[in-house]
């Protein structure tokens, strides 16, 4: 890749056909040779560069209009050790966003952001460390389809064409949890789903054996994406994205929830949407039966553990927790004997 950058021009072509989504990709023409600074990328472009010791930063700019929601994709080649850093600055030089590891892996991911003027904007591409080649993708996400319940959405993903991203309908109803789903042909390796907010990213099915995010509850007025992308375990190929209502009932404040755990039931799972900075209590009692419950709790996407009781020695627990960041959890009640003995417990949630 030294001495030229190429640009992959994306040109979709969305067709409605029995309820049906559906999107091609476009050319690959090369670019000649440009300054270090300053090289020009558009809406639906993937652009390609190389970043190592010499060469930490580039710079990609691009002409917004206000109101615009911009995503920019940043991803290493699996061929290096490249940790990507993003940045999205104005004319003027002020910082308007930044990301490190929001993508896939230690992949950036901006966005969406929207842009505030009309104008020149600046992308600057860098590195946390190591070194490598890169792939980066601008979308204006307004001119793409969106994702809503009874409206499957179908697209194509392999190594050339990695990602495709869409908005969640914002006919959505806030406070609602939703099933995010996405599979193809391969049985082994569905592509990889992550959500992301203007508030940042919000979960993904990165760490998940199946490529389903459930359940999702989308914040009063705030504009959530869909990104699609490819698992380099599979050879790619057509998938179909399905948004639907859940039919998991989230852990309301002070309600309890009920469970019972046997030899057929070894655990159970229960989850709640938190803000960070909440406080809240955990009670768990023992109903009856002959089982320790004990509860783990973490990040739907297993990216974060928040707690445990096991190795404690009661049946029944109380603990307060103050939430570290905004996402879904959810609790996982086991018997701390781990014999399939069977009872039952009681579990609630209080908000403090």
Same mark, same amino acid.
């Given at each position: ?62 002409? %917004?209009?206000?109101?615009?929601? !911009? /995503?920019?994709? #940043?991803?290493? +080649?699996?061929?290096?050790? @490249?940790?990507?850093? =993003? ?62 319940? %009874?409206?499957?959405?179908?697209? !194509? /993903?392999?190594? #050339?064409?990695? +990602?495709?991203?869409?908005? @969640?309908?914002?006919? =959505? ?62 050879? %790619?190929?057509?998938?179909?994205? !399905? ?110």
């Amino acid at each position: 890749m030294t001495g030229f950058r190429q640009r992959v021009g994306l040109r979709w072509v969305i067709g409605l056909c029995a309820g049906l989504v559906f999107l091609t990709g476009g050319t690959v023409q090369a670019v000649p040779p440009g300054q270090q600074q300053g090289f020009p990328i558009r809406y639906g472009d993937v652009v390609q560069g190389r970043l190592n010791d010499a060469n930490d930063s580039e710079w990609w700019t691009f002409e %917004g209009q206000s109101g615009d929601l !911009v /995503l920019i994709n #940043m991803q290493a +080649s699996t061929a290096g050790n @490249l940790d990507t850093v =993003l940045t999205l600055t104005d004319d003027q030089d002020n910082t308007l966003a930044t990301d490190d590891d929001s993508g896939t892996g230690f992949n950036s991911l901006l966005g969406p952001f929207e842009l505030p003027d009309d104008g020149r904007y600046v992308i600057t591409a860098s590195r946390y460390g190591g070194d490598g080649e890169y792939r980066l993708e601008l979308v204006n996400l307004l001119t793409y389809p969106a994702a809503a319940p %009874g409206k499957p959405l179908v697209g !194509v /993903l392999n190594s #050339m064409h990695t +990602s495709e991203y869409f908005l @969640l309908s914002p006919d =959505l109803v806030a406070n609602t949890p939703y099933r995010v789903a996405v599979s193809d042909d391969d049985r082994f390796s569905d592509p990889i789903l992550s959500l992301h907010s203007v508030s940042g990213w919000v979960t993904s099915s990165d760490n998940q054996d199946i490529s389903v995010i459930d359940p999702f509850v989308p914040a009063p007025g705030d504009s959530t994406i869909v990104a699609v992308t490819w698992n380099p375990a599979s050879v %790619g190929g057509r998938y179909e994205l !399905v948004v639907s209502e859940s039919t998991i009932e989230l852990l309301g404040d002070g309600i309890p929830q009920t469970g019972t755990l046997d030899y057929e039931v070894i655990r159970r799972r229960h989850y709640f949407q938190a803000q960070a900075g909440d406080v809240i209590r955990l009670d768990i009692t023992k109903t009856g039966g002959d089982i320790s419950p004990v509860m783990d709790v973490r990040t739907i996407d297993y990216d974060f553990y928040l707690l445990s009781t096991r190795g404690a020695t009661l049946y029944d627990a109380s603990l307060r927790v103050r939430i570290p960041r905004t996402t879904m959890y959810v609790i996982e009640v086991a018997d701390q004997s781990q014999q399939t003995n069977t009872g039952g417990y009681t579990l609630t949630l209080t908000w403090e």
